[in-house]
C-alpha cells in the first residue's frame, strides 16, 4: 500500500555535500512523522534525524548543525540535506515515515529500502 523510494547515495569527500530524497507513494490518507535513520556495519541503526508534519525538528548530537531535514508535503517527500561530511557519516540510510492509511485509522510506520552513503577520508 505504501512505499518509499529513496535516491542520492553516493560517494563524496570529507567535507562535502549529499542531499537524500525520500519519496512515498501508494494509497494513504497522510503522512505525519518522517525521520532518516542511519546504520554502519557492526552497528545498530540509530535515528539521524525527524521532522513532523507541523515542522517541528529533531537531530542526533552527531549531525547537528551539519545536517537538515525538511520536507515538501505536496510531493510526499522528505530531504537530508548534508554538509560538512564527515568519515563516519559513512553508512546506510533509511526513510521511515508514519503513514494514515485513512482518516480514522491510526498510522503505521514504513522503512525504504535504504541508500548507501561512503565518505572518503
Known amino acids: 500500500q505504501v512505499q518509499l523510494v529513496e535516491s542520492g547515495g553516493e560517494s563524496a569527500q570529507t567535507g562535502g555535500s549529499l542531499r537524500l530524497s525520500c519519496v512515498a507513494s501508494?494509497?494513504?490518507?497522510?503522512?505525519?512523522?518522517m525521520a532518516w535513520y542511519r546504520q554502519a556495519p557492526g552497528n545498530q541503526r540509530e535515528l539521524v534525524a525527524q521532522?513532523?508534519?507541523?515542522?517541528?525538528?529533531n537531530y542526533a548530537d552527531s549531525v547537528k548543525g551539519r545536517f537538515t531535514i525538511s520536507r515538501e508535503n505536496a510531493k510526499n517527500t522528505v530531504y537530508l540535506q548534508m554538509n560538512s561530511l564527515k568519515p563516519e557519516d559513512t553508512a546506510v540510510y533509511y526513510c521511515y515515515a508514519d503513514v494514515k492509511s485513512s482518516r480514522y485509522t491510526p498510522g503505521s510506520w514504513y522503512w525504504g529500502q535504504g541508500t548507501r552513503v561512503t565518505v572518503s577520508s
Open positions: 501508494g494509497t494513504f490518507f497522510s503522512i505525519n512523522a
Open positions: 521532522i513532523m508534519s507541523g515542522g517541528t525538528t
